[in-house]
């Protein structure tokens, strides 16, 4: 059994800042990919961004240049340091894991971003 928990969401203005962990547990065998989606209410999830096993790194257009993913391989750990946060970027954050065969989601964080 593979459990996804993901922290650091919260309330925070608009143009500051929000780090969001995600942590995976459990048998966990052959990662491809770790990543983040938000669904923002009325609309589908969407991909935020993604990291692969080498590395490399995929984002979505409306958060490049604000948002960074990055992980720690050794602690099955992902990690989204969100930058310049706008309104638009409110929804549900929620970690995804890809493996070899199965794919894993977290129960989500809420991010809002407000003044």
């Known amino acids: 059994q593979v459990q996804l928990v993901e922290s650091g969401g919260g309330l925070v203005q608009p143009g500051g800042s929000l780090r969001l962990s995600c942590a995976a547990s459990?048998?966990?065998?052959?990662?491809?990919?770790m990543g983040w989606y938000r669904q923002a209410p009325g609309k589908q999830r969407e991909l935020v961004a993604l990291?692969?096993?080498?590395?490399?790194?995929n984002y979505a257009d409306s958060v490049k240049g604000r948002f960074t993913i990055s992980r720690d391989n050794a602690k099955n750990m992902v990690f989204l340091q969100m930058n310049s946060l706008k309104p638009e970027d409110t929804a549900v954050y929620y970690c995804?894991?890809?493996?070899?065969?199965?794919?894993?989601w977290g129960q989500g964080t809420q991010v809002t971003v407000s003044s």
């Open positions: 459990g048998s966990i065998f052959s990662i491809y990919a």
């Open positions: 995804n894991l890809v493996t070899r065969g199965n794919v894993y």
């Open positions: 990291i692969a096993s080498g590395g490399n790194t």
